[in-house]
């Protein structure tokens, strides 16, 4: 795989975005990422994000022969399962007649459990729980780019992941592996 | 950073406040207000910063049309260093035959305590413990703030009028710019008709900024090389931008780049020299002219840096663009009932129809 020409980011909120920009910044030199459109409250993040994802799939997969691209998905399980989120992304590709994403292509799924807060906490060392809502609780812009680097640095191959790493994050890491090199 | 604007009998601001976030987008409908609240804020800063007096019809005339009223009312509030809340005040009047606009009130607090007054003709001079020092008469019809110079016991005034000195608006207008600059500009204009020489003062003092904004502009522009200052007589320079593909270099003066090109410069001057150091910017309209696929790398690049802690911005805009990467967290809309008085409402979308931002003031519901 080549390094990527380009990013699509298909995200909640402008949190989702800031944390993947942090994180790909730290992966790649000066990447080129395009942040799709927000929608226009959290409220309905994840419905949003699902409703789009399909026909981002579909420009993924047309652009593929052309040029590297990598599109990553950025949802909150909130309430449900990481799993059950998954599922509704695989759902939402048969109902537009889409394959499965495969092994080798760079579409990436991150899905925090309980939201992206929770995630963020977490890579800047403060304890929490999945179960929690910590999305009323302020982030500082500096947890987001120290959870963007720690993200990076958790995810490289050999690394050693602390044992109070929440679940949906470990679930991440495995994704990680579908971006190219730089 | 700017806390509080309140504007009375200014245009359509009566009895108007706002309470400004670090980083937001003002939208509204044509005519809502938004690039008056610009001029609003834009007049009192010149009149201060500049010193010079308003002409009659500058002022007066843009009173409010429906409020037969002749105090105009305007005022700052900002927090700086952390936790040092600074009021500016200015109310003027008209006065004399022929009439003209006089100061009737000129003040400044820290904290809810004096430290500048100009009041009825008299200024008020008190030192950084609060105490009055000095009192004496100054003309009515100019800002008495303007004229006071630093000094080692008036440091908290002076750090308010080094914020006011760095709050900078901008139009950006491309057709305005030339490539020539006879001398630097220590202050860029609203339309940035001197961007040569407010760069070329801007690449003396900042040499550090310039790399990276340089690096900046690698990124956002084919090719783009690096801007130079080419001699042309004395204290003569033409602002020039240099382009590599392949093995070619080409060169272009300012005025001979597109419009585009030439906003976009500007766009990328204004967050890596004034955002950088900690400044309020306030600009309307940004996007003007700049391509589709130009706009989100600059708006990425600016919340960036404002939630690093580097600065204020304040953008107006009807870009979709803009309004669906911003709106959701940081919008707020101008609206005015007919023709009356502007308020402000928070503008986020309509969160029960999943529509994107700009889609739902495209098709109107944004004040249902």
Not at chain 1, 124 to 152: C, H, K, W
Not at chain 2, 40 to 67: E, H
Not at chain 2, 107 to 125: K, M, N, Q, S
Request: glycine share 4%.
């Amino acid at each position: 795989m080549s390094k990527p020409s380009q990013f699509i980011v298909l995200a909640e909120d402008e949190l989702h975005q800031r944390f993947v920009r942090k994180f790909l910044q730290r992966l790649y030199t000066s990447p080129q990422i395009r942040n799709m459109p927000l929608p226009n409250s959290r409220g309905c993040g994840e419905q949003w994000v699902r409703e789009r994802y399909a026909t981002e799939v579909r420009a993924f997969r047309t652009r593929a022969a052309r040029a590297a691209s990598v599109l990553v998905v950025v949802i909150d399980a909130d309430t449900e399962e990481v799993d059950r989120r998954h599922r509704q992304l695989l759902e939402a590709l048969e109902n537009d007649d889409l394959q499965e994403r495969r092994v080798d292509e760079a579409i990436v799924h991150f899905v925090p459990k309980r939201n992206i807060e929770t995630w963020i906490f977490c890579l800047n060392g403060q304890p929490v729980d999945e179960l929690m809502d910590y999305s009323e609780r302020r982030v500082i812009s500096d947890q987001v780019s120290t959870a963007g680097i720690t993200f990076f640095d958790w995810s490289r191959p050999g690394a050693t992941i602390p044992a109070d790493c929440v679940p949906s994050l470990l679930t991440a890491i495995p994704e990680v592996r579908r971006l190219p090199p730089e | 950073m700017l806390t509080r604007v309140y504007i009375d009998n200014f245009r359509c601001f009566v009895n108007f406040e706002h309470r400004p976030a670090r980083r937001e987008l003002i939208i509204g409908t044509n005519g809502a207000g938004k690039s008056s609240f610009l001029d609003a804020m834009l007049m009192v800063r010149q009149f201060v910063m500049t010193g010079i007096p308003f002409s009659d019809a500058s002022v007066l005339s843009q009173r409010t049309r429906w409020v037969n009223q002749d105090k105009m009312t305007f005022e700052m509030e900002v927090l700086l260093d952390g936790e040092k809340r600074y009021v500016y005040s200015l109310i003027l009047e008209p006065w004399g035959d022929p009439v003209k606009p006089r100061v009737t009130k000129e003040t400044v607090t820290l904290d809810g305590r004096p430290i500048f007054e100009f009041l009825a003709g008299e200024v008020h001079l008190f030192d950084d413990r609060f105490e009055r020092k000095v009192t004496y008469e100054f003309d009515w019809h100019r800002s008495a703030l303007g004229t006071i110079m630093p000094r080692k016991d008036n440091l908290n005034l002076t750090r308010f009028k080094q914020w006011l000195s760095g709050l900078h608006f901008f139009r950006i207008n491309p057709f305005a710019m030339t490539s020539r600059t006879d001398a630097e500009s220590l202050f860029p204009n609203v339309d940035l008709a001197n961007i040569a020489s407010w760069y070329r003062h801007l690449v003396q003092s900042a040499p550090k900024q310039n790399a990276e904004m340089i690096d900046s502009l690698r990124r956002a522009f084919d090719g783009f090389s690096y801007l130079q200052l080419d001699p042309a007589g004395e204290n003569v320079r033409l602002l020039a931008a240099e382009f590599t593909k392949g093995e070619t270099n080409s060169k272009l003066y300012f005025h001979e780049l597109s419009d585009g090109q030439r906003c976009l410069i500007c766009l990328y001057t204004i967050l890596h020299f004034d955002l950088a150091k900690g400044n309020t910017v306030i600009l309307d309209e940004p996007d003007n002219f700049i391509s589709l696929r130009e706009i989100q790398p600059w708006l990425v690049m600016a919340t960036d840096m404002v939630e690093d802690g580097q600065g204020q911005i304040v953008l107006i805009s009807h870009h979709p663009e803009t309004i669906d990467q911003w709106a959701p967290q940081n919008g707020v809309q101008f609206v005015r009932e007919g023709f009356g008085p502007v308020r402000v409402v928070e503008f986020h979308g309509d969160p029960s129809s999943c529509l994107s931002p700009s889609e739902t003031i495209a098709r109107g519901w944004q004040n249902e």
